[in-house]
């Protein structure tokens, strides 16, 4: 992995049908390489884009070179709106998307990181064919209650990069049950797994952005060589 760089960070407003908050995390004294969005856990059990695995993963990742745009879905913070049960905030993925690409270089690279409600939200916005050069699920959240493995069917078609990082004592997402859902699906992706942790990433949110950001790194010199 390349060699940490400074980066700076920046409250940022954007569009989706409501307003949304964010904080932008960017190197400071070079391009950007790529950029990343990152999803935050459960707004209705106080999820939101400060939650410190998701803070980790933006500023790993600004360290490593990239863009990494974090925000609150709509209705957390100071965004607009209401929760809309994980459909609605596909949408704000999207805006989100079209935001940091407004940042960095036109034909760079960008990719999508989910953490919990975060990585089914991920999730669904490129099973419904929205576009990313690569996805990260943290903590894929499977087994959460109303969640139904086929709303992802779309998943298959999806030709880019796919990581999914579990933790071995999950209970809302075991390595188990991601893979057994990956191979219903039709899915192509890896499963990393870190044995000892649980949904929560507790001592092991700085690996899991760490592996985030190397796997992300990875995917975009593969998309621009």
Known sequence: MKGASSAVEEGVHFESEYLLEGILHRPSKEAARGGVVICHPHPLYGGNMNYHLVSGVARVCAAQGMAALRFNFRGVGGSGGKYAGGIGEVNDVAAALKYLGRQIAPQAPLGLVGYSFGSLVAARYVAEGGKAEALVLIAFA????????????????????????????????????????????????????????????????????????????????????
């Open 142 to 225: 499977l087994n959460f209650k109303g969640v139904n493995v086929d709303d992802y069917a779309g998943l298959a078609q999806y030709a880019g990069p796919l990581l999914v990082i579990a933790g071995g004592r999950d209970e809302l997402g075991p390595p188990e049950a991601v893979e057994a859902a990956l191979n219903r699906l039709g899915a192509r992706g890896e499963v990393l797994v870190f044995p000892e942790v649980d949904h929560f990433f507790g001592g092991a949110a700085k690996s899991a952005g760490e592996a985030a950001a190397s796997f992300l790194i990875q995917s975009f010199e593969a998309v621009v060589t």
